[in-house]
C-alpha cells in the first residue's frame, strides 16, 4: 500500500443504466439504474476498498471504470486520458494497464484451456513475447502465485477453488498492468484460503506497485486490505473515508447499521455494542426513491431528506459523507 496523492483512476458522474424489456407495446421505456451519478478517485499504488449490500452497483461500477461495460454518461479518467467514449482499438493500449480478478475462479477460466493456454492468451493479445519469452513468463508467473512449472499442461478442474483463483491472478499480472479490478476475488473460496489469497494480493502490489479497486461484501476483510474505502447504496457512494477512521467512526446511517452486522470476537465488546437493525427492503433501482435513496429505510430521517438528495460533502479531513444529518 502506498501513500501517494498522485491519481491513477478519477471517476466523474458515472451512470450505467440498463434497458428493462417492455413486453406491452408502447409502454414506457424503463431503465435499471446500477450506477447512478457517482464521482470518486483512486490514487495511484492504493486499496480502495468498495462495500455495500448485494445488487448496489459496486460490481456494475468496477467492470464500467475498466471499460468492460460501456457507460450511459459520466468521465473515467486513467492515468489523465478520459477513456469513458474510447472504442474497442483505443483501449487495447488501456487494457494491459487494467486487468480484472473476477469472483468464481471456476467459471472465469475457460475449462478447455490448460494453463500455459490461459495465462499465454492475455500475453499473445498484449505483448511481442516469442513463445521461449512467453514460456518463460508463465514459469516465473506461476512461481509468484505459488504454482509449479508442472501444473502448466493441467485443467481448471484438475484444481482446487483457491488454485484457479492463483491461475486468474497469475493472469491478471502476466501484463504488468498498473491497475486491478478485484471484484470479489475471495467470496467464492473457503474461509480457509481467503486469507492466502489476499496476503498474495497484497505482497504482489508491494512487488509490483499495483492500484487495487477491491470490490466486497466482506467488511473485515475490506478492512484489513484497503487504504481508503466507499460504501455503495442503490447506485450511488454514499461516504468514503480512510479505512480505519470508517470503522472508527463512521457517519451515515447505513454504514452504521453495515459494520454493527460485524461479528465481534470479544464477548464483552459483543455484549456492549448495539445491532443497528435496518428496516425494509432495498427500493428498486428501477423506481429509485425522491431526495435521499436511503430515507424509506433511515430510522434518523427528515422532511428534507424525502426532497432532497444529498451532496456529498467533507465533514472531516479525508472523510466524506453524502446525508443532511451533517
Excluded: W
Excluded at 500500500?1 to 409502454?27: A, C, H, T, W
Excluded at 475457460?110 to 493479445?125: C, D, G
Amino acid at each position: 500500500m502506498d501513500n501517494s496523492d498522485k491519481v491513477l483512476i478519477e471517476v466523474k458522474e458515472v451512470k450505467k443504466y440498463f434497458p428493462v424489456k417492455n413486453r406491452l407495446i408502447g409502454s414506457e421505456k424503463k431503465f435499471v439504474k446500477a450506477v447512478d451519478g457517482v464521482s470518486f478517485d483512486i490514487k495511484k499504488g492504493e486499496t480502495f476498498g468498495l462495500v455495500g449490500e448485494s445488487g448496489c452497483g459496486k460490481s456494475t461500477l468496477g467492470r464500467s471504470i475498466t471499460r468492460l461495460y460501456d457507460i450511459t454518461s459520466g468521465d473515467i479518467f486513467f492515468d489523465g486520458t478520459n477513456i469513458a467514449k474510447f472504442n474497442k482499438k483505443e483501449l487495447k493500449q488501456y487494457n494491459k494497464r487494467m486487468q480484472i480478478i473476477f469472483q468464481d475462479p471456476y467459471s472465469s477460466l475457460n475449462p478447455n484451456m490448460n494453463v500455459e493456454e490461459l495465462i499465454s492468451e492475455p500475453l499473445v493479445l498484449h505483448t511481442n513475447l516469442s513463445k521461449n519469452e512467453r514460456t518463460n513468463k508463465i514459469h516465473s508467473l506461476l512461481e509468484v502465485v505459488g504454482l509449479k512449472k508442472t501444473d502448466m499442461e493441467k485443467f481448471p478442474h484438475e484444481f482446487s477453488g483457491g488454485q484457479c483463483q492463483r491461475i486468474g491472478i497469475a493472469r491478471a499480472i502476466s501484463t504488468n498492468p498498473e491497475f486491478i479490478l478485484c471484484d470479489e476475488p475471495i467470496s467464492a473460496l473457503d474461509v480457509s484460503i481467503q486469507a492466502q489469497v489476499v496476503n498474495m494480493l497484497e505482497d504482489l502490489q508491494k512487488e509490483l506497485g499495483l492500484t487495487y479497486l477491491f470490490v466486497a461484501h466482506d467488511l473485515s476483510m475490506v478492512r484489513h486490505i484497503s487504504d481508503r474505502i466507499g460504501v455503495m447504496y442503490l447506485g450511488n457512494i454514499i461516504e468514503i473515508s480512510e479505512s480505519n477512521d470508517l470503522y472508527n467512526n463512521p457517519l451515515h446511517p447505513y454504514t452504521k447499521a453495515l459494520l454493527s452486522a460485524i461479528p465481534i470476537a470479544d464477548p464483552l465488546k459483543a455484549k456492549a455494542s448495539q445491532r443497528q437493525i435496518i428496516e425494509g427492503d432495498i427500493p428498486s433501482p428501477i423506481d429509485i426513491p425522491s431526495g435521499c435513496r436511503f430515507h424509506t429505510r433511515c430510522p434518523y430521517a427528515k422532511p428534507i431528506c424525502k426532497e432532497i438528495a444529498p451532496q456529498m460533502k467533507e465533514v472531516e479531513s479525508g472523510h466524506s459523507v453524502a446525508c443532511h444529518l451533517y
